[in-house]
């Protein structure tokens, strides 16, 4: 039996959410080892805290949101946060990793507007 769009695109948000969730969270517990972990060693404590704390909220917002009209508004924050996280990696000289999370930037931006419009549709 095929899979609606819809439900590989809530499928989508669950996997964004539930990754936010941990990445935030352990930027946001253990800044130090997770900052060397993700290549943000020239980025400071506070940074790493607010940037993990910012993913981490929009990951519960993302989850909790599961049915709600606005998810797709969650996600599409989330894909603006990869901007930030690409601007650090730029300052901490990972190109490499600044080019990934702009591909995730367009991802999370492919998924929130397919939820936008399944939503509309709906």
Known sequence: M???????LAFAA???GAVSVA???FLSVAPLTSGRWLGLTD??????R????ADLGLGITIIAGRSSRWRWRA???RALLHLL???EYVRNSRRR???AMCALFIIDAGIAIGLRKDRRSA
């Open 2 to 8: 095929p899979v609606s769009k819809g439900a590989s």
């Open 14 to 16: 669950d996997g964004v």
């Open 23 to 25: 990445l935030g969270g």
């Open 43 to 48: 980025t400071d404590i506070v940074g790493r």
């Open 50 to 53: 607010a940037l993990g704390t």
């Open 75 to 77: 996600v599409a924050a």
């Open 85 to 87: 996280f690409a601007r």
């Open 97 to 99: 990793s600044a080019v």
